[in-house]
C-alpha cells in the first residue's frame, strides 16, 4: 500500500517551480519599474504645491507691507529686471524673485519707463537644480 500512495501523490517537478518563480520575478520587476516616475512625479507635485504656496505669501507680505502711498509695489511695477533671488525660509528648493511683467508669457515687455504688473517669481534654487525655468509665477495687483 506504501507504493501504491507514493505514485498517486503528485508534487511539482524542479522545471515547475522554475518556471514559477521565472513568471513571478518578471511580473515583480515590470510593477518595480513604476514606481521611480510615480516618486518623481508625486516629489514634483509636492514642490510646485510648496512653491505655490511661496508665491502666495510673499505677494502677500508684500501687501502688507507697503505703506499708504504703495511705494513698495510701485517700486516692483518699475523693476526692468528681476530682483535677485532669495532662497525661500521654509524650503531650500526654491527660490524667489519679483519682477514688473511675466517671465512665461510672450507678451511682449512695456516700454521703458512705464509700470508693469507685479510678479512673485518662483524658482529652483540652482544649488538643488541648475535650471532656469520658472516653477510657478503669480501675479497680484494691489
Same mark, same amino acid.
Given at each position: 500500500?506504501?507504493?501504491?500512495?507514493?505514485?498517486?501523490?503528485?508534487?511539482?517537478?524542479?522545471?515547475?517551480?522554475?518556471?514559477?518563480?521565472?513568471?513571478?520575478?518578471?511580473?515583480?520587476?515590470?510593477?518595480?519599474?513604476?514606481?521611480?516616475?510615480?516618486?518623481?512625479?508625486?516629489?514634483?507635485? !509636492? #514642490?510646485?504645491? /510648496?512653491?505655490?504656496? @511661496?508665491?502666495?505669501?510673499?505677494?502677500?507680505?508684500?501687501?502688507?507691507? +507697503? $505703506?499708504?502711498?504703495? !511705494? #513698495?509695489?510701485? /517700486?516692483?511695477?518699475? @523693476?526692468?529686471?528681476?530682483?535677485?533671488?532669495?532662497?525661500?525660509?521654509? +524650503? $531650500?528648493?526654491?527660490?524667489?524673485?519679483?519682477?514688473?511683467?511675466?517671465? @512665461?508669457?510672450?507678451?511682449?515687455?512695456?516700454?521703458?519707463?512705464?509700470?508693469?504688473?507685479?510678479?512673485?517669481?518662483?524658482?529652483?534654487?540652482?544649488?538643488?537644480?541648475?535650471?532656469?525655468?520658472?516653477?510657478?509665477?503669480?501675479?497680484?495687483?494691489?
Amino acid at each position: 500500500m506504501y507504493g501504491a500512495e507514493r505514485r498517486g501523490s503528485r508534487g511539482y517537478s524542479l522545471l515547475e517551480v522554475i518556471v514559477a518563480v521565472g513568471i513571478f520575478a518578471i511580473g515583480i520587476i515590470g510593477i518595480l519599474q513604476f514606481f521611480p516616475p510615480a516618486l518623481r512625479a508625486s516629489s514634483e507635485a !509636492s #514642490l510646485r504645491g /510648496a512653491a505655490a504656496l @511661496l508665491a502666495q505669501q510673499k505677494a502677500e507680505e508684500i501687501r502688507r507691507d +507697503d $505703506d499708504q502711498a504703495g !511705494s #513698495l509695489i510701485e /517700486a516692483i511695477t518699475f @523693476l526692468e529686471e528681476p530682483t535677485g533671488p532669495v532662497t525661500a525660509p521654509f +524650503d $531650500d528648493r526654491l527660490v524667489y524673485q519679483f519682477h514688473s511683467r511675466s517671465l @512665461l508669457s510672450d507678451e511682449p515687455p512695456p516700454p521703458p519707463g512705464t509700470p508693469g504688473v507685479p510678479h512673485v517669481i518662483i524658482r529652483y534654487n540652482p544649488e538643488f537644480r541648475p535650471s532656469a525655468d520658472v516653477l510657478y509665477e503669480l501675479r497680484f495687483d494691489p
